[in-house]
C-alpha cells in the first residue's frame, strides 16, 4: 500500500428490470437475475435511477455531466512466472501499463488485487515495482496467496503495508468514495477467509461512514461464492457483507480467478478481473484451476485491465474491462446508484 490520500470467454450476471422495451443494443430488460456470457464486443453497463442502462464498448456514450474521477484496477500480474501459459509475464504487465498510460479519462490511482508476484522473491517484487512506476500513477495493493505463502506475507508488508492492519487490511477516502482493501489470503481452509479479527476492524471502519456514502471492496480472492469446489469464494463473506446492507452502493473488485465474471445482488455489484499473466479455465470447465495454455496469438486478448469510472452527483460506479490486444477491447460495466 501506497501513502493514503485522497479468456476470449466472460460471464457475467447482470439485473434486468421490468421495463418492457428492448434498448438500441437488441437486450430485453425483463426477466430477474439472467447469466448472460459474451465474447468479443462485450457491453458497458451503469444503472441511472435504478435502471440498467447499456451500450456497446467503443460506442458513443448518452450525453452526460462529466465523471468525478476514474481508476483502474491490475490483478494477477504473477511476476516470476515462465511456464509455457505465458513465458514473458513482465512483457505483458508493460503492456497493461501502456494501456493504462493511453486511457483517455486519466485515472487518478491504480488499484492492484493480488498476485503481485508468483513466488515472493525479492527480485519478483523489485521487478513488478520496476514496471508499475511506468503508470505514474499512486498504487493502492492487497496481497494474493502468491505473496503470503512462502513468508506469510512479511515481504509483502515491509514493501507495501505501511499503515495498514492486521495482515495488511486498511482503508482510504478519495472523493467521496470510501475504500477497503481486505485480507482473504493469510487463513485460507480450502476458500478465502477474513478471519474475525478483521471482521471486527471492518465493521468499526464501517460503523464510521454514511448510508449514502458510496463503498468499493477490494480483495484477491472472490467475495462472492464464484465456484466453491476450486476454493472461488470467501468462507466469511456473508459476515463482511452484513455489515453493507444499509449503504446504497456497494462495488466489490477481485482478482485471483484470471476472467471476467460479474453479479448484481441487492445493493453490491461483485466484479472480478482478468489477470495480467495467463487465462485460467471457466469454473468447471476442466478438472481443476490453474494456468491455461492459448495460442501465443490469443493470449493478449484473454489478458487485461479494469477501469472504473466514478459519477459523483449520481453516486454511480461504471466498470469497464479491457484486452491487452492491440486496438481490441472487451468489456462490461456495471454501476450503482
Given at each position: 500500500m501506497k501513502e493514503k490520500n485522497s479468456e476470449s470467454h466472460s460471464e457475467r450476471v447482470v439485473l434486468d428490470t421490468d421495463q418492457s422495451s428492448s434498448t438500441s443494443d437488441g437486450i430485453d430488460r425483463r426477466g430477474f437475475l439472467k447469466c448472460m456470457a459474451w465474447a468479443g464486443t462485450g457491453l458497458v453497463w451503469s444503472l441511472a435511477g435504478g435502471v440498467p442502462v447499456s451500450r456497446a464498448f467503443g460506442s458513443a456514450m448518452h450525453q452526460q455531466k462529466q465523471e468525478d474521477f476514474s481508476f483502474v484496477q491490475i490483478s494477477d500480474s504473477h511476476i516470476g512466472f515462465n511456464k509455457p501459459a505465458n513465458a514473458d509475464v513482465t512483457g505483458t504487465l508493460q503492456a497493461a501499463v501502456n494501456k493504462i498510460l493511453a486511457t483517455p479519462s486519466s485515472p487518478d490511482f491504480l488499484i492492484h488485487t493480488g498476485d503481485l508476484t508468483h513466488s515472493s522473491k525479492p527480485a519478483e517484487f523489485d521487478t513488478m515495482d520496476q514496471v508499475l512506476t511506468g503508470a505514474k500513477r499512486q498504487i493502492f495493493y492487497v496481497p494474493g496467496e502468491h505473496d503470503t505463502s512462502v513468508d506469510d506475507g512479511k515481504a509483502y508488508l515491509e514493501r507495501y503495508g505501511k499503515g495498514s492492519s492486521g495482515n495488511g487490511w486498511y482503508s482510504f477516502d478519495h472523493k467521496g468514495v470510501h475504500f477497503i482493501g481486505l485480507v482473504n489470503v493469510v487463513e485460507l481452509e480450502g476458500m478465502g477467509k477474513l478471519g474475525q479479527a478483521q471482521l471486527d476492524w471492518l465493521k468499526k471502519d464501517l460503523s464510521q461512514r454514511k448510508n449514502s456514502t458510496p463503498?468499493?471492496?477490494?480483495?484477491?480472492?472472490?467475495?462472492?461464492?464464484?465456484?466453491?469446489?476450486?476454493?472461488?469464494?470467501?468462507?466469511?463473506?456473508?459476515?463482511a457483507f452484513s455489515f453493507l446492507k444499509r449503504f446504497g452502493s456497494v462495488t466489490v473488485l477481485n482478482g485471483h480467478i484470471h476472467q471476467v465474471m460479474q453479479k448484481v445482488e441487492g445493493n453490491a455489484t461483485f466484479h472480478t478481473a482478468m489477470s495480467t499473466a495467463f487465462p485460467q479455465p471457466a469454473p468447471g470447465a476442466a478438472p481443476s484451476p490453474g494456468p491455461m495454455k492459448v495460442p501465443a496469438e490469443k493470449l493478449r486478448s484473454v489478458l487485461g485491465i479494469t477501469e472504473v469510472n466514478y459519477v459523483a452527483q449520481r453516486h454511480q460506479l461504471a466498470v469497464v474491462d479491457s484486452t491487452l490486444s492491440e486496438g481490441a477491447a472487451t468489456a462490461s460495466s456495471s454501476g450503482l446508484v
Open positions: 463503498i468499493v471492496l477490494f480483495a484477491h480472492i472472490p467475495l462472492w461464492a464464484v465456484y466453491p469446489t476450486w476454493g472461488w469464494g470467501t468462507s466469511d463473506s456473508e459476515q
